[in-house]
Protein backbone atom coordinates (compact mmCIF):
# COMPACT_ATOMS: atom_id res chain seq x y z
CA UNK A 1 0.00 0.00 0.00
CA UNK A 2 1.52 3.68 -0.90
CA UNK A 3 2.49 5.53 2.16
CA UNK A 4 0.99 9.33 1.39
CA UNK A 5 3.16 12.08 3.28
CA UNK A 6 1.53 14.42 5.66
CA UNK A 7 1.05 18.12 4.99
CA UNK A 8 -0.64 19.55 7.71
CA UNK A 9 -0.63 23.48 8.09
CA UNK A 10 -2.68 26.30 10.03
CA UNK A 11 -5.31 26.04 6.37
CA UNK A 12 -4.73 22.40 4.85
CA UNK A 13 -4.09 18.92 6.35
CA UNK A 14 -3.98 16.22 3.72
CA UNK A 15 -5.55 13.54 5.84
CA UNK A 16 -9.03 14.86 5.03
CA UNK A 17 -8.44 13.16 2.19
CA UNK A 18 -9.44 9.74 4.51
CA UNK A 19 -12.85 10.57 4.38
CA UNK A 20 -13.47 10.82 0.59
CA UNK A 21 -14.46 7.58 -1.04
CA UNK A 22 -12.97 7.90 -4.40
CA UNK A 23 -14.92 7.30 -7.72
CA UNK A 24 -13.18 5.50 -10.71
CA UNK A 25 -14.62 8.92 -12.78
CA UNK A 26 -13.63 11.26 -10.46
CA UNK A 27 -11.27 14.47 -11.60
CA UNK A 28 -8.98 16.11 -9.18
CA UNK A 29 -7.15 19.69 -9.96
CA UNK A 30 -3.80 19.69 -7.69
CA UNK A 31 -1.53 22.43 -8.03
CA UNK A 32 0.40 24.96 -6.21
CA UNK A 33 -2.03 28.15 -5.19
CA UNK A 34 -1.96 30.60 -7.75
CA UNK A 35 -0.59 28.48 -10.84
CA UNK A 36 -4.11 28.28 -12.54
CA UNK A 37 -5.82 26.00 -10.22
CA UNK A 38 -9.02 27.96 -10.35
CA UNK A 39 -8.64 28.09 -14.43
CA UNK A 40 -8.33 24.47 -14.73
CA UNK A 41 -11.32 24.42 -12.21
CA UNK A 42 -13.29 26.17 -14.73
CA UNK A 43 -11.91 24.35 -17.65
CA UNK A 44 -13.28 20.86 -15.98
CA UNK A 45 -17.08 22.44 -15.04
CA UNK A 46 -17.40 23.68 -18.61
CA UNK A 47 -16.32 20.14 -20.44
CA UNK A 48 -18.55 18.43 -17.89
CA UNK A 49 -21.45 20.51 -17.91
CA UNK A 50 -21.14 22.04 -21.96
CA UNK A 51 -22.46 25.07 -20.52
CA UNK A 52 -20.54 28.20 -21.20
CA UNK A 53 -23.30 29.28 -18.68
CA UNK A 54 -22.76 26.96 -16.27
CA UNK A 55 -22.61 28.54 -12.24
CA UNK A 56 -19.60 26.50 -11.68
CA UNK A 57 -19.61 27.69 -7.94
CA UNK A 58 -16.34 25.62 -7.55
CA UNK A 59 -15.87 26.38 -3.65
CA UNK A 60 -19.67 23.90 -3.31
CA UNK A 61 -19.59 21.94 -6.52
CA UNK A 62 -15.60 21.21 -6.61
CA UNK A 63 -14.46 21.49 -2.99
CA UNK A 64 -11.13 22.07 -1.77
CA UNK A 65 -10.76 19.48 0.06
CA UNK A 66 -7.54 19.73 2.14
CA UNK A 67 -8.93 23.21 3.46
CA UNK A 68 -10.09 23.24 6.83
CA UNK A 69 -12.43 26.07 7.18
CA UNK A 70 -15.41 23.74 6.21
CA UNK A 71 -15.99 20.94 8.58
CA UNK A 72 -15.18 17.58 6.80
CA UNK A 73 -17.90 15.92 7.71
CA UNK A 74 -20.26 17.84 5.46
CA UNK A 75 -17.24 18.12 2.75
CA UNK A 76 -17.39 14.47 3.00
CA UNK A 77 -21.54 13.90 2.73
CA UNK A 78 -22.04 16.57 -0.02
CA UNK A 79 -19.92 15.20 -2.17
CA UNK A 80 -21.22 11.62 -1.56
CA UNK A 81 -24.36 12.87 -2.27
CA UNK A 82 -23.23 13.94 -5.86
CA UNK A 83 -24.83 11.52 -8.58
CA UNK A 84 -23.14 13.62 -11.43
CA UNK A 85 -19.62 13.21 -12.20
CA UNK A 86 -17.15 14.78 -9.79
CA UNK A 87 -14.11 17.05 -9.65
CA UNK A 88 -12.30 18.08 -6.47
CA UNK A 89 -9.48 20.95 -5.90
CA UNK A 90 -6.11 20.10 -3.59
CA UNK A 91 -2.89 22.15 -2.81
CA UNK A 92 -1.20 19.10 -1.72
CA UNK A 93 1.59 17.52 -3.44
CA UNK A 94 0.64 14.35 -5.36
CA UNK A 95 2.86 11.99 -3.08
CA UNK A 96 -0.03 13.35 -0.18
CA UNK A 97 -3.09 12.60 -2.04
CA UNK A 98 -4.62 9.00 -2.38
CA UNK A 99 -3.84 8.37 -5.48
CA UNK A 100 -6.56 5.97 -7.40
CA UNK A 101 -5.84 3.94 -10.27
CA UNK A 102 -8.85 4.97 -12.63
CA UNK A 103 -9.37 8.56 -11.38
CA UNK A 104 -7.88 11.16 -13.75
CA UNK A 105 -5.33 14.06 -11.96
CA UNK A 106 -4.77 17.37 -13.80
CA UNK A 107 -1.57 18.77 -12.20
CA UNK A 108 -1.07 22.79 -13.09
CA UNK A 109 2.03 24.47 -12.86
CA UNK A 110 3.39 27.99 -13.39
CA UNK A 111 6.44 29.56 -13.19
CA UNK A 112 7.61 30.02 -9.61
CA UNK A 113 8.42 33.25 -9.62
CA UNK A 114 5.14 34.55 -11.05
CA UNK A 115 3.14 32.46 -8.42
CA UNK A 116 5.11 33.86 -5.66
CA UNK A 117 4.17 37.18 -7.30
CA UNK A 118 0.58 36.33 -7.75
CA UNK A 119 0.32 35.14 -3.74
CA UNK A 120 1.39 38.82 -2.71
CA UNK A 121 -1.35 40.22 -4.57
CA UNK A 122 -3.82 37.38 -2.97
CA UNK A 123 -3.22 37.65 0.52
CA UNK A 124 -3.91 41.40 0.39
CA UNK A 125 -6.77 40.09 -0.80
CA UNK A 126 -8.50 37.75 1.67
CA UNK A 127 -9.35 37.89 5.40
CA UNK A 128 -6.80 35.80 6.65
CA UNK A 129 -3.92 37.79 9.04
CA UNK A 130 -1.34 34.70 9.50
CA UNK A 131 -0.72 35.30 6.20
CA UNK A 132 0.82 38.82 7.17
CA UNK A 133 4.04 36.86 9.14
CA UNK A 134 5.34 35.91 5.79
CA UNK A 135 3.72 38.32 3.48
CA UNK A 136 4.49 41.84 5.51
CA UNK A 137 2.73 44.80 3.33
CA UNK A 138 5.55 46.87 4.34
CA UNK A 139 8.59 44.93 3.58
CA UNK A 140 11.44 47.38 2.81
CA UNK A 141 13.88 44.47 4.24
CA UNK A 142 12.78 42.03 1.54
CA UNK A 143 11.41 39.56 4.22
CA UNK A 144 8.69 37.70 2.33
CA UNK A 145 11.30 36.32 -0.41
CA UNK A 146 14.11 35.41 2.14
CA UNK A 147 10.81 33.57 3.48
CA UNK A 148 10.37 32.43 0.26
CA UNK A 149 13.64 31.00 -0.51
CA UNK A 150 14.19 29.85 2.97
CA UNK A 151 10.87 27.90 3.95
CA UNK A 152 9.86 24.13 3.77
CA UNK A 153 7.71 22.03 1.81
CA UNK A 154 5.42 20.92 4.82
CA UNK A 155 4.18 21.74 7.89
CA UNK A 156 3.11 25.62 8.45
CA UNK A 157 5.85 26.91 5.63
CA UNK A 158 3.67 24.68 3.35
CA UNK A 159 0.65 27.01 3.10
CA UNK A 160 2.46 30.34 2.68
CA UNK A 161 3.76 28.71 -0.40
CA UNK A 162 7.72 28.64 -0.50
CA UNK A 163 9.48 27.82 -3.61
CA UNK A 164 10.18 24.47 -1.45
CA UNK A 165 6.86 23.50 -1.33
CA UNK A 166 6.25 24.39 -5.19
CA UNK A 167 9.68 22.40 -5.79
CA UNK A 168 7.62 19.33 -3.77
CA UNK A 169 4.40 19.64 -5.77
CA UNK A 170 6.88 19.33 -9.42
CA UNK A 171 8.93 16.62 -7.79
CA UNK A 172 5.78 14.62 -6.89
CA UNK A 173 3.30 14.98 -9.82
CA UNK A 174 6.74 14.34 -12.61
CA UNK A 175 7.35 10.84 -9.99
CA UNK A 176 3.61 9.67 -11.55
CA UNK A 177 3.38 11.73 -14.38
CA UNK A 178 3.94 7.97 -16.22
CA UNK A 179 0.81 7.04 -15.40
CA UNK A 180 -2.05 7.22 -18.10
CA UNK A 181 -4.01 9.21 -15.29
CA UNK A 182 -1.52 11.72 -14.32
CA UNK A 183 -1.78 14.60 -17.11
CA UNK A 184 0.85 18.09 -16.34
CA UNK A 185 -0.25 21.34 -17.51
CA UNK A 186 1.51 25.02 -17.67
CA UNK A 187 0.08 27.78 -17.30
CA UNK A 188 2.21 29.70 -19.69
CA UNK A 189 0.92 26.84 -22.24
CA UNK A 190 -2.61 27.71 -20.96
CA UNK A 191 -1.72 31.51 -22.17
CA UNK A 192 -0.83 30.40 -25.54
CA UNK A 193 -3.18 27.70 -26.41
CA UNK A 194 -6.40 27.67 -24.31
CA UNK A 195 -8.33 25.66 -27.34
CA UNK A 196 -5.39 23.32 -27.77
CA UNK A 197 -5.66 22.47 -23.81
CA UNK A 198 -9.47 22.13 -23.63
CA UNK A 199 -9.23 19.96 -26.21
CA UNK A 200 -6.33 17.93 -24.41
CA UNK A 201 -8.82 17.99 -21.05
CA UNK A 202 -11.74 17.09 -23.19
CA UNK A 203 -9.66 14.32 -25.00
CA UNK A 204 -8.08 12.82 -20.86
CA UNK A 205 -11.84 13.66 -19.43
CA UNK A 206 -13.70 11.26 -22.58
CA UNK A 207 -15.97 14.18 -23.70
CA UNK A 208 -17.01 15.32 -26.45
CA UNK A 209 -19.03 18.43 -28.05
CA UNK A 210 -19.25 19.94 -31.23
CA UNK A 211 -16.96 22.66 -32.46
CA UNK A 212 -19.46 25.26 -31.67
CA UNK A 213 -19.84 24.12 -28.46
CA UNK A 214 -16.25 24.07 -27.57
CA UNK A 215 -15.71 27.22 -28.85
CA UNK A 216 -18.49 28.61 -26.56
CA UNK A 217 -16.44 26.94 -23.91
CA UNK A 218 -13.17 28.21 -24.66
CA UNK A 219 -14.73 32.33 -24.65
CA UNK A 220 -16.39 31.60 -21.78
CA UNK A 221 -12.75 30.71 -19.92
CA UNK A 222 -10.59 33.58 -21.08
CA UNK A 223 -9.25 35.70 -18.75
CA UNK A 224 -10.82 38.64 -19.51
CA UNK A 225 -14.03 37.10 -19.17
CA UNK A 226 -13.42 35.66 -15.86
CA UNK A 227 -12.19 38.63 -14.58
CA UNK A 228 -15.59 40.83 -16.11
CA UNK A 229 -17.42 37.79 -14.08
CA UNK A 230 -15.68 37.23 -11.13
CA UNK A 231 -18.45 37.04 -8.92
CA UNK A 232 -19.41 33.23 -11.19
CA UNK A 233 -15.90 32.42 -12.20
CA UNK A 234 -13.87 33.32 -7.99
CA UNK A 235 -13.98 30.52 -5.20
CA UNK A 236 -16.05 31.54 -3.41
CA UNK A 237 -17.67 34.63 -5.56
CA UNK A 238 -20.34 36.48 -4.91
CA UNK A 239 -20.50 35.96 -0.76
CA UNK A 240 -18.02 38.25 0.14
CA UNK A 241 -15.01 35.58 1.23
CA UNK A 242 -12.57 38.04 -0.59
CA UNK A 243 -12.40 41.96 -0.24
CA UNK A 244 -12.71 42.09 -4.34
CA UNK A 245 -14.00 38.87 -6.48
CA UNK A 246 -12.47 40.74 -9.21
CA UNK A 247 -8.80 41.48 -7.94
CA UNK A 248 -8.92 37.20 -7.83
CA UNK A 249 -8.33 37.52 -11.36
CA UNK A 250 -5.55 40.17 -10.81
CA UNK A 251 -3.62 40.49 -14.11
CA UNK A 252 -3.23 36.76 -15.32
CA UNK A 253 0.27 38.17 -16.90
CA UNK A 254 3.62 36.43 -16.62
CA UNK A 255 6.79 37.74 -15.75
CA UNK A 256 5.57 39.30 -12.52
CA UNK A 257 9.13 39.74 -11.05
CA UNK A 258 10.97 41.85 -13.49
CA UNK A 259 12.33 44.67 -11.95
CA UNK A 260 11.26 43.73 -8.53
CA UNK A 261 14.11 41.35 -6.97
CA UNK A 262 17.97 42.52 -6.69
CA UNK A 263 20.71 40.41 -8.14
CA UNK A 264 21.43 39.18 -5.18
CA UNK A 265 17.76 37.68 -5.12
CA UNK A 266 17.77 36.31 -8.59
CA UNK A 267 21.00 34.76 -8.19
CA UNK A 268 19.93 33.20 -4.95
CA UNK A 269 16.51 31.92 -6.56
CA UNK A 270 18.75 30.48 -9.66
CA UNK A 271 20.88 28.29 -7.49
CA UNK A 272 17.74 27.12 -5.26
CA UNK A 273 16.19 25.96 -8.56
CA UNK A 274 19.73 24.85 -10.31
CA UNK A 275 20.33 22.46 -6.97
CA UNK A 276 16.77 20.75 -7.28
CA UNK A 277 15.67 20.63 -10.42
CA UNK A 278 17.66 19.11 -14.42
CA UNK A 279 17.75 22.40 -16.52
CA UNK A 280 15.42 20.68 -18.60
CA UNK A 281 12.94 20.14 -15.61
CA UNK A 282 13.79 24.24 -14.67
CA UNK A 283 13.38 25.24 -18.50
CA UNK A 284 9.40 23.36 -18.18
CA UNK A 285 8.75 24.53 -14.81
CA UNK A 286 9.52 27.66 -15.36
CA UNK A 287 8.05 28.09 -19.25
CA UNK A 288 6.42 25.43 -19.97
CA UNK A 289 6.76 23.37 -23.81
CA UNK A 290 7.85 27.09 -25.24
CA UNK A 291 10.89 26.82 -22.71
CA UNK A 292 13.63 27.54 -25.35
CA UNK A 293 11.40 30.79 -26.81
CA UNK A 294 10.47 32.08 -23.18
CA UNK A 295 14.25 32.41 -22.42
CA UNK A 296 15.79 33.70 -25.48
Not at 30 to 41: F, R, Y
Not at 126 to 151: A, C, H, N, Q
Not at 211 to 225: G, K, P
Request: charged content about 25%; some cysteine; glycine content about 6%.
Amino acid sequence: MRTRKLYLGPLTDNRRWDMVTIRPDDVFVVSPPKCGTTWMQTIVALLLSGDPDIETELSVKMPWVDIRVREMAEVAERLEAMTHRRSMKSHTPMDGLPLDNSAMYLCVFRHPLDAHFSYRTHVRNIPMSWFDIWYPEDDPDGVTFRRFLDGGAEGFDGDAMPLAHILRHYTAAKAVADRPNVALFHYADMKRDLAGTFAKVADLLGISHSAAVMERLVQAATFDNMKQNADRYAPSGGKGFMKSDSDFFHSGTNGKWHGKLTGAELAAHDAMMDAHLSPEDRAWLEFGSDSENARA
